[in-house]
C-alpha cells in the first residue's frame, strides 16, 4: 500500500523481453528511494471483425494474472523486500497504464512490447505514456547485444 511518504514508481509489463527488463529497472531503483512499486498488466479480448467470437475456455484475466507473477518472480525472486503492488486490468494498456500512474512519481515502460511492428523504436503504448502520463516516463529499450570480434573497427 502506498503511503503519501513514499515515492510510486509504476511499471507496464507485458511479458516480453524489454518489459522485464522495464521491471528489472524498476525494481532497482525502487529499492534504491524506497519506493513503491506499482506493477501492472493490461490485458483485453483478441480483436476481430464481424460476430463476436466465444472464447468459453479461455481465461485472459488468468493469462494475465499468470503473466505477470512469473516477470516478478523472474525478475525479484521469491524473497524480495521490496513494497510490491501487481496489478492485472483490463483494458488497452497505455490508458491502463496512465490511469495506474495517476499519483506516482515515475512511469517505466519498455520502448516496444509485443504489439509492436519490427523496427520500431517506440512502440504506440510507449509513446502514448510518453505524450500523456500524469508524471515523468522512462523508457527502456532492449539490451544491445554485443558486437562479434569480426566486425570491423570503427575509426
Same mark, same amino acid.
Given at each position: ?7 510510486? =514508481? /509504476? @511499471? ?7 518489459? =522485464? ?5 524498476? #525494481?532497482? *531503483?525502487?529499492?534504491? =528511494?524506497?519506493? @513503491?512499486?506499482? /506493477? ?8 476481430? *471483425?464481424? +460476430?463476436?467470437?466465444? *472464447?468459453?475456455? /479461455?481465461?485472459? #484475466? ?6 505477470? +507473477?512469473? #516477470? =516478478? ?59 500523456? #502520463?500524469?508524471?515523468? @516516463?522512462? /523508457? ?16
Amino acid at each position: 500500500m502506498v503511503t503519501e511518504d513514499q515515492p510510486l =514508481i /509504476v @511499471v507496464g509489463v507485458d511479458g516480453s523481453e524489454v518489459s =522485464i527488463e522495464a521491471l528489472r529497472w524498476a #525494481a532497482r *531503483y525502487a529499492e534504491l =528511494i524506497g519506493a @513503491v512499486l506499482r /506493477v501492472v498488466t493490461a490485458w483485453r479480448l483478441p480483436r476481430s *471483425y464481424g +460476430d463476436l467470437p466465444d *472464447y468459453p475456455d /479461455v481465461d485472459f #484475466a488468468a493469462a494475465a494474472r499468470e503473466t505477470l +507473477d512469473s #516477470a =516478478i518472480t523472474a525478475v525479484l525472486g521469491p524473497t524480495h523486500r521490496l513494497s510490491v503492488e501487481a496489478r492485472v486490468e483490463e483494458g488497452h494498456p497505455a490508458p491502463v497504464l496512465l490511469a495506474a500512474a495517476h499519483h506516482a512519481d515515475l512511469l517505466v515502460v519498455g520502448s516496444r512490447g509485443h504489439g509492436a511492428f519490427v523496427g520500431m523504436l517506440l512502440g504506440s503504448t510507449a509513446q502514448h505514456c510518453v505524450h500523456h #502520463a500524469p508524471c515523468p @516516463v522512462l /523508457v527502456v529499450r532492449p539490451q544491445r547485444r554485443s558486437c562479434s570480434s569480426s566486425a570491423p573497427a570503427r575509426s
